[in-house]
């Protein structure tokens, strides 16, 4: 149902963005979506969400100044800007979908789809 691109290998500093399309879902704009990530050993956490209203909620307020989260209704896409990145970035992240979405879901709520992941790796 959804899939996310734009992973990959950055140096520290670096930028990525990644994109998350609503194979599944052709109205991407009635969701709240969600950006998580899990880096290796550690448990998934919330990245930001943006609901359908465009409302913004970081689920980690510590990433507020670097991730920008927008839509492009247009193009059924969702997009998760990255800047700055430490190593400490480095995990698999995924987008989930949740409905209706005119309020962003707690970060511990269930989400109805969710994509594979996309693996980002911040290393010099």
């Known amino acids: 149902q959804l899939v996310e691109s734009g992973g990959g290998l950055v140096q520290p500093g670096g930028s990525l963005k990644l994109s998350c399309a609503g194979s599944g879902i052709t109205t991407m704009d009635y969701y709240a979506i969600g950006w998580f990530r899990q880096a290796p050993g550690k448990e998934r956490e919330g990245v930001v969400c943006?609901?359908?209203?465009?409302?913004?909620?970081y689920y980690n307020d510590s990433l507020e100044a670097r991730f920008t989260i927008s839509r492009d209704n247009a193009k059924n896409l969702v997009y998760l800007q990255m800047n700055s990145l430490k190593p400490e970035d480095t995990a698999v992240y995924y987008c989930?979908?949740?409905?209706?979405?005119?309020?962003?879901?707690?970060?511990?709520?269930?989400?109805?789809?969710w994509g594979r992941g996309t693996q980002v790796t911040v290393s010099s």
């Open positions: 989930a979908a949740d409905w209706p979405g005119y309020v962003c879901p707690a970060p511990h709520a269930a989400y109805d789809y």
């Open positions: 943006i609901s359908s209203s465009d409302e913004i909620l």
